[in-house]
Structure formats: structure tokens, C-alpha cells
């Protein structure tokens, strides 16, 4: 859940402190539970020395794309979703097969601080 200086309404977009980067690197991928509900949850992925975060079910049929297999293919890091191998770049959200996630999310991590995700909704680390 934010804490309480954090705005929670839902459509609203800001900046959200989830932890220290030192913290959330030591894991390829972590689901970022939402306070709205399992739809809306994040998937946070660490991969070459980068934060990339989207939305943690596939859109084609909501599977969880945190299991699924990171490929780097020519400087593009993609993520499979592990039920029907549907690709999705980690850096736009775009799929190969012309599906999108609908959350692309931003990941900022400025030099010697906390870790922060710009998102329209409330995350809790899991």
C-alpha cells in the first residue's frame, strides 16, 4: 500500500517510492500488488542494470507475465508470457503479435535514491 503522503486515488498519476534499488534489483521480477485489485497489478522487472515495469498479466489471456522467460533479442528485452509464448517488449509494452499491455509504466531511479514508479495506481511491494 503508499503511505500516507502518497495520493491513492485511482486515475490519478504520480510518482510511487517502492523501496531502494539495492533491494528490488536482487530480483529479475517482483509483483507489485495493487490496492485496486488483481487486475491492475504490476510486474517490476531488473534485467542488464535496468528497471522496466508493465502490467503483470498478458493481454491476450491475463497470464502472469513475472513467470515468464526475459529474452534479449538484438537490444530488445522482451518478456513471454508463459501460457501461449505472446512476446511483449519491456521497454514499450508492444507485442509482436500487435497486443499491448495496457499499463506501460515508467521506473525512475535517480542517482543515490530510492527507486520510484510512476503508475495510476496504489502498489504494495510483494
Request: proline fraction near 0%; avoid cysteine; aromatic fraction near 0%.
Given at each position: 500500500m503508499a503511505s500516507g503522503n502518497?495520493?491513492?486515488s485511482a486515475g490519478s498519476v504520480s510518482w510511487r517510492l517502492i523501496g531502494p534499488a539495492s533491494e528490488l534489483s536482487k530480483k529479475q521480477c517482483r509483483l507489485m500488488h495493487s490496492s485496486l485489485g488483481y487486475g491492475s497489478d504490476v510486474c517490476l522487472f531488473y534485467v542488464k542494470g535496468e528497471f522496466f515495469a508493465m502490467d503483470a498479466r498478458c493481454a491476450h489471456s491475463g497470464g502472469p507475465l513475472c513467470d515468464?522467460?526475459?529474452e534479449d533479442a538484438d537490444g530488445i528485452l522482451q518478456v513471454f508470457c508463459p501460457w501461449h509464448d505472446y512476446d511483449f517488449n519491456?521497454?514499450?509494452g508492444q507485442s509482436g503479435t500487435g497486443l499491448?499491455?495496457?499499463l506501460p509504466?515508467?521506473?525512475d531511479q535517480p542517482i543515490n535514491q530510492p527507486t520510484l514508479l510512476q503508475t495510476q495506481?496504489?502498489?504494495?511491494l510483494n
Open positions: 502518497e495520493d491513492e515468464g522467460d526475459i519491456l521497454r514499450t499491448q499491455v495496457s509504466t515508467n521506473v495506481i496504489a502498489m504494495q
